[in-house]
């Protein structure tokens, strides 16, 4: 008796080279529309970065300053990303209320608060000399 596969992703695969790459940025795009548009936390964060990373370039003394200053922002965006998708595929599998959403949701969040605490602790240690 043999065990049911899964179905393949191939359908799902279709473009290739430069075609892939151009579809991969509208998805992107998309995204990012989407974040701004439906999470507050993200346009806060996106309007802290459109100050922070222009002063973090014009702070850092040396190229690895600048780059951990700017760097740590961005990656408080990533998580933020991270954890609103997260958080979509939560609600939508799963709308109602259940322990497993809930701890998703949470460390979705505890994330988020590492990604902070780095941020801020990146500028101090840049900063503070």
């Known amino acids: 008796m043999s065990t049911p596969q899964p179905p393949s992703a191939a359908p799902f695969k279709g473009k290739k ?5 151009v579809n991969a940025l509208g998805y992107s795009k998309k995204g990012l529309c989407a974040a701004w548009h439906h999470e507050a936390a993200f346009r806060e964060e996106a309007l802290l970065a459109m100050v922070s990373i222009p002063l ?19 990656l408080v965006m990533i ?35 590492f990604s902070l605490l780095f941020m801020a602790m990146v500028w101090v240690c840049v900063l503070w000399r």
Do not use: C, F, M, Y
């Not at 080279?17 to 790459?21: E, S």
């Not at 973090?56 to 961005?74: C, D, F, M």
């Not at 958080?87 to 994330?111: C, I, M, N, T, Y």
């Open 17 to 21: 080279g430069l075609q892939r790459l």
């Open 56 to 74: 973090g370039l014009w702070l850092g003394q040396t190229g690895v300053e600048r780059a951990l200053l700017a760097g740590s922002i961005l």
């Open 79 to 113: 998580v933020e990303l991270l954890n609103s998708a997260v958080e979509a595929v939560v609600d939508k599998a799963s709308p109602e209320v259940h322990e497993l959403a809930g701890r998703a949701k949470d460390q979705g969040s505890a994330a988020v608060l």
